[in-house]
Each structure stands twice: as C-alpha cells, then as structure tokens.
Nanobody, 127 residues
Framework: EVQLVESGGGLVQPGGSLRLSCAVS????????VAWFRQAPGKEREGVAM????????YYADSVKGRFTISQDNAKNTLYLQMNSLKPEDTAMYYC????????????????????WGQGTQVTVSS
C-alpha cells in the first residue's frame, strides 16, 4: 500500500506561482511512474505532468508546457509540482498519483492506470 499526501495549494493571483508537494510513504519500492492530475468542478480529471522516476523523463499536458515543472526528491520521498504563470483556468483540485509497483509510464494520462491517489489540494487562481 502507498500513501500520498499533497500540500501547498492556496489562492494566488493570475501570473503568480505555487509549488505543490506530495509526500509518498508506505511500500515505495519500484514506483516507476508518478504524476499530477487536476479536476475542476463539473469537469473530468485531467493529467497535468508525469515523471518516470528511473530515468527522469517528464511528460506534460499541452496546457501547462513551459509553465509547470514536475520533480522529485528521492531522499525525502517527495514529489513536487512547480507552477508558474498561473491562469484562472488552472483553478482545480490537484492530485498526485502513482502507478502500481513495477509499472512504467506511458505517454498518456489515463486516471484508471494509476493505482494510488492522494486526497488533493485546492489551487485557486483569481484576482
């Protein structure tokens, strides 16, 4: 079992920045694929950024390329999402997720392929 706890959300003005954190604990061996998703009210959950933990390869949704950066700190078992140049349309609940132990990343965001999820952290971009 893997536990994920997000933090770092909040209210920010358009153009501002936030850094989300996701503390990973439990059975963390061979977690090769981690990601951030988001879900706005009335919309489906969508993928934002993905990281292949072995090789450090990243994959981003077109809507956030050049503005968001996914990274990890292995010593702290923590995943991050640095969000810059935030827009009102970035407003959503943000979730971190991992695929099951041993499962690799694919270049697609399919929520059903991710086995473990955090509870989410709210990001609101508004003036």
């Amino acid at each position: 079992e893997v536990q994920l706890v997000e933090s770092g959300g909040g209210l920010v003005q358009p153009g501002g920045s936030l850094r989300l954190s996701c503390a990973v604990s439990g059975y963390t061996y061979n977690l090769y694929c981690v990601a951030w998703f988001r879900q706005a009210p009335g919309k489906e959950r969508e993928g934002v950024a993905m990281l292949s933990t072995g090789g450090g390869v990243t994959y981003y949704a077109d809507s956030v390329k050049g503005r968001f950066t996914i990274s990890q700190d292995n010593a702290k078992n923590t995943l991050y999402l640095q969000m810059n140049s935030l827009k009102p349309e970035d407003t959503a609940m943000y979730y971190c997720a991992t695929r099951a132990s041993g499962a690799m990343c694919f270049t697609r965001f399919v929520p059903a392929e991710f086995a473990f999820w955090g509870q989410g952290t709210q990001v609101t971009v508004s003036s």
